[in-house]
């Protein structure tokens, strides 16, 4: 029934955020003063794809993110649509073949994940690669092995996250060689083959390389809500550009972040609505009713938009099984917590259990009960 906690990560004091209204004011209000993570972002210097938006720090976070954001807009998202709808296309294709053979039982975690893995590999990097219909495909394994549980990577991920300084120092890598190779040489092949046969394609990637082009990303003239986003210009009056390497990092972690939230997110909200009928119903009588203004296209951004309830479900999910159950970050300067007299120091990590405030009964009555409404 409290406000805050104190706590320790080994020898190092924490600070639990336990308050809804606290939380706001770390992650929106005073956002100025927690916008680091507590993570091993100076590692980058010797193993680039540490410096992606995940691990930056301070300046070098904010550089990127300026950077980014604008390929975010829904004007870029509608252009990258067609290409995730052709990679659904084909998991519906390889559901209904297996259906007719009498193969009706299906790994829904596994196979959801391959289709991410098929979505983000083709808007991340532009290959157009098929994990549905080939499960050994090298996306996938390289997919797995980023999150795969190992001796080596358990203690990477506690070093990392107890003493990122340390991990630091002793010059760790975190990823295995054969991953980091396997990033280093799709970015540079993908890059290279576009710049050299001036290939254009709406996807991430198109997006990144203008970045490290021309340092900005341009608007899409088509679409209203966007506007050109330009980083003010240095002493020297130049726009930064991404390097190879910041591309690299950037996209290696859109890979990662990308597949596997995406895929639980699914999972549990199928095994949400296979146990919750009358949910499933409901939700499925407003795919039917909107996919009746549908036009030879099929489904579309704007569609998708449409299925309101079906967002609800989306959203609940992650409610009840948030993908990050708990958020860290750090705090740049000395804070004094609102409405008390606790100040939180400078360089401290502040811990937020995010499932815990989501499956509060305080906050959301019945909060194991699966209610999109």
Known sequence: NKRFLGGYLLYKPMFIVHDPVLFQDVMIRDFT????????????????????????????????RIKLSPTFTSGKLKAMFPIMRDCCKVLQDYTEKNIKNGNNTFDCKDLLARLTINNISSVAFGVENDCINEPDNIFRKMGLKMFEPSFRNGIINTLAFFTPDLFTKLKIDPFEADLSAFVYSLVNQTVEYREKNSVHRNDFMQLLIELKNKGYVTADKKDEDEVEWKEEANGDGKITKLTIDELAAQAFIFFGAGFETSSSTMSFCLFELARNQDVQRKVQEEIDRVMKTAGPEGITYDLINDMKYLDCCVDETLRKYPIVPVLFRISTKDYKVPNSDVVI?????VFIPLMGMQRDPKIYENPLQFKPE
């Not at 972002?41 to 540490?50: Q, T």
């Not at 410096?51 to 904010?62: C, E, P, V």
């Not at 120091?345 to 990590?349: A, L, S």
């Open 33 to 64: 003063t927690f916008h680091d993570r507590p993570t091993p972002g100076d590692a980058a210097e010797n193993f680039p794809l540490v410096g992606n938006l995940f691990n930056l720090r301070g300046q070098k976070w904010r550089d990127i």
């Open 345 to 349: 120091e400078k360089d401290t990590p």
